[in-house]
């Protein structure tokens, strides 16, 4: 949920007028205080991806700047916050293991019933039919995957669906953004922001299930209203052809 409300106050900030606001500041400290504290290495992940996109936006020489952070974090932080990075890479970390476990389960209710899936609310319950021998947990709640865990549950279907309702606001987030007049206009943070709440939910999406967390679905609903409700710039060509007869 933090990352989510980063996303809207760094497009803020970034490409509006945010950064005016006293109060922005110490906004910002404290969810990434809260976010490097959290040991939520899929919130990470997306953070990086966030960041390393507004700096490719608006000013590319600024991904330089992650060699420095990278070198500073390995030199200050505590070594419990290294290593928890570090093992974001490690396959044979134990909790990086299961979740490819649970992914080898995830395919196998998919393979078996593709269209409507498992059934709600019966992943957890057919997980030790479908469990790798050499899988670390037993039982799960669910898949740790919200894609997985949807086309599992509910079908490929229902993941279609749901890959649709990410699709159509960030495509027209996207459309709108390369406009000249919205990119000069008041409204590029709010499209910018919608934009990166969707793209941060796909990436912690591919390591969390957090569709079925209902906090989520508000934010991420709240989001894809936004390009919406958002009025798109008038042409004077349009103008001149709606007032014609």
Not at 64 to 89: F, K, Q
Not at 155 to 163: E, P, R, W
Request: charged share 15%; net charge neutral; hydrophobic share 55%.
């Amino acid at each position: 949920f933090l990352v989510l409300v980063d996303c809207l106050l760094l497009a803020w900030m970034v490409f509006g007028r945010g950064w005016r606001r006293w109060w922005s500041w110490p906004a910002l400290v404290l969810i990434h205080l809260a976010l490097l504290t959290s040991y939520t290495r899929n919130a990470w992940i997306a953070l990086a991806v966030i960041l390393s996109l507004l700096a490719a936006v608006r000013a590319p020489r600024l991904l330089l700047a992650w060699l420095p952070v990278i070198v500073a974090v390995a030199i200050l932080a505590p070594g419990s916050t290294v290593a928890r990075i570090g093992s974001i890479v490690d396959l044979d970390n134990h909790s990086n293991y299961d979740r490819l476990s649970m992914l080898y389960a995830g395919l196998g209710m998919v393979r078996d019933k593709p269209i409507l899936g498992q059934g709600p609310g019966m992943v957890r319950e057919r997980y030790p039919l479908y469990r790798h021998p050499t899988a670390p947990s037993k039982w799960v709640p669910h898949l740790h995957n919200s894609f997985l865990s949807l086309a599992a549950e509910r079908g490929l279907v229902s993941l279609a669906a749901m890959l649709a309702l990410l699709w159509v606001p960030a495509r027209r987030a996207l459309t709108a953004l390369r406009d000249p007049e919205v990119r000069a206009g008041p409204q590029l943070d709010i499209y910018l922001g919608a934009l990166l709440v969707l793209l941060a939910t796909v990436v912690t999406g591919l390591f969390e299930d957090y569709w079925n967390d209902t906090e989520i679905q508000r934010m991420v609903l709240f989001a894809m209203a936004l390009p919406f409700c958002l009025d798109p710039p008038t042409r004077p060509e349009a103008l001149d052809e709606e007032a014609s007869p």
